[in-house]
DNA sequence: GCATTAACCACAG
DNA sequence: CTGTGGTTAATGC
């Protein structure tokens, strides 16, 4: 028990929603776990007995497919991570590893489905959350689905820009293997996009600093494939 | 057929 | 781990 949550500043917008009771509930089987780079937080196969959410830090969600590992999606805080492996399988569906340091609160499933169950608004902020990440699910499957290559890598390269980094100047946390797990492409298809989009001055690279020169060119090639 | 795309392989930094 | 070149298979015109 670290933190006493009725003060942390980097509670979930749910737990906003929180009666002073139940939060003083929560801070008695909350406990904040710090994760260094490569750390897994959550393991496939592994049963869940708590919620992750994570405070701070940013993550890798990725699932071992038939042929190889398939990055989901790439997450920062604060976000749940795998609300839908901990709340309908006992099992969690799929890893979750850290990519920078971080730092995440596990919470008793138990506590976390009381509060469900008792608390309407809280259940309506976790309810939204699933479903904005759903929707962006979708989308992102049909992107990946549709687009060519340097589509995917061009999206990739917006969505760190634009979600994670809030800045066209950025280092690329993740290898061009990772990368070509999470844009389904091969690694040596991220190396050869990425020095074509350098060659034709949309970026400039150096090793993994990635500076976006042509937003709009970017958004050109991420849109039509 | 011919061109394009991207994965796979191999090899060098 | 990364970048690049050659090869190959699939797909579209």
Known sequence: ????????????KATESLEFKE???????????????DQRIVVQGAVAYNIAFLKEGLVKIHQRGPEKEQILKVSKAPSYLGLPTSLASRINQYTVTAITKSKVCFINNEI?????LNNGKFAYEIIMDLCTQELDFYKRAINQIQK?????IAEALL???????????????LSRNDMGDLTCSSRETVSRVLSDFAHNHI?????NSIKIIDKEQLKVISKHG
């Open 23 to 37: 939060l003083e509930k929560l801070g008695h089987t909350c406990n904040e776990i710090t994760f260094k780079k």
């Open 203 to 207: 970026i400039e690279i150096d090793k």
């Open 1 to 12: 028990m670290v933190d006493i949550c009725q003060y942390c500043k980097q509670r979930s």
């Open 148 to 152: 060519q290559s340097a589509g995917k």
């Open 112 to 116: 976390f489905k009381e509060f469900i």
């Open 159 to 173: 969505f760190f820009a634009n979600d994670i980094y809030l800045s066209d100047n950025f280092t690329l946390p």
